[in-house]
């Protein structure tokens, strides 16, 4: 019992003596029985796991991590280990299964590239997008793309155009400063 997952996966995992194995490009999860989540995009550099119910091991640069139901764990690179048990919310991170949209303190470069591939539109930001920028949302039902870049753009002083492939992000024109009206300076005489 064991997959490879490039990408996200939420697994319920029925006890049996053999455990259920994923392998992700930078780390191993090892579980009995449970329900949990694994997000590993390689273009991320990292892999999320995250447990509703029961108990995982996540072993990674030769150290091991176990989790319990709502904790998780983040292996950030390739050679790193996995860090300590956190608390962690499984409504959101599995909440693509049911439709939903979760963003929980993610970069906006990162959630540029979530919404890419959740409406498979290409999304170029260039440089626009600033480099401390996280973002933290939530959608119950998964809007309509241009409402979800929006709000995020909206939130980061960005805009957004169409384009035949998806869209362009750009920073937003500076709103133009007022100046005080100079003094007026008339040749007529007062009468």
Same mark, same amino acid.
């Given at each position: 019992? *064991?997959?490879? !997952?490039?990408?996200?996966?939420?697994?319920?995992v029925?006890s049996?003596?053999?455990?259920? $194995?994923?392998?992700?490009?930078?780390?191993?999860?090892?579980?009995?029985?449970? &329900?949990?989540? =694994?997000?590993?995009?390689?273009?991320?550099?990292?892999?999320?796991?995250?447990?509703?119910?029961?108990?995982?091991?996540?072993?990674?640069?030769?150290e091991?991590? *176990?989790l319990?139901?709502?904790? /998780?764990t983040?292996v @950030?690179g390739?050679?790193?280990?996995?860090?300590?048990? *956190?608390?962690?919310? %499984?409504?959101? %991170?599995?909440?693509?299964?049911?439709? @939903?949209?979760a963003f929980?303190?993610?970069?906006? @470069?990162?959630?540029?590239?979530? $919404?890419?591939r959740?409406?498979?539109? *290409? $999304?170029?930001?260039?440089?626009?997008?600033?480099?401390?920028?996280?973002?933290?949302?939530?959608?119950?039902?998964?809007?309509?793309? &241009?409402?979800?870049? /929006?709000? !995020?753009?909206?939130a980061?002083g960005?805009?957004?155009?169409?384009?035949?492939?998806?869209?362009?992000?750009?920073?937003? #024109?500076?709103?133009?400063?007022?100046? %005080?009206? %100079?003094?007026s &300076?008339?040749? @007529? =005489? #007062? &009468?």
């Open positions: 019992r *064991q997959v490879a !997952l490039v990408g996200e996966g939420a697994f319920e029925e049996r003596t053999a455990p259920f $194995i994923v392998e992700t490009f930078n780390a191993r999860v090892e579980v009995l029985g449970t &329900r949990f989540g =694994v997000r590993a995009y390689w273009r991320e550099g990292e892999t999320r796991v995250t447990v509703e119910e029961g108990s995982v091991r996540v072993d990674a640069a030769g091991t991590v *176990q319990g139901a709502a904790e /998780g983040v @950030a390739s050679d790193a280990p996995p860090t300590a048990a *956190q608390p962690a919310d %499984a409504s959101r %991170a599995l909440a693509w299964t049911s439709g @939903a949209l929980d303190d993610l970069p906006l @470069a990162d959630a540029f590239r979530e $919404i890419e959740r409406y498979d539109v *290409q $999304i170029d930001a260039g440089g626009s997008v600033p480099a401390d920028a996280d973002v933290t949302a939530f959608y119950a039902r998964a809007p309509d793309v &241009r409402t979800v870049l /929006g709000d !995020l753009c909206a980061h960005l805009r957004f155009e169409a384009t035949s492939r998806g869209f362009t992000v750009t920073a937003s #024109p500076a709103a133009p400063t007022r100046r %005080a009206p %100079a003094p &300076r008339s040749s @007529a =005489v #007062p &009468r």
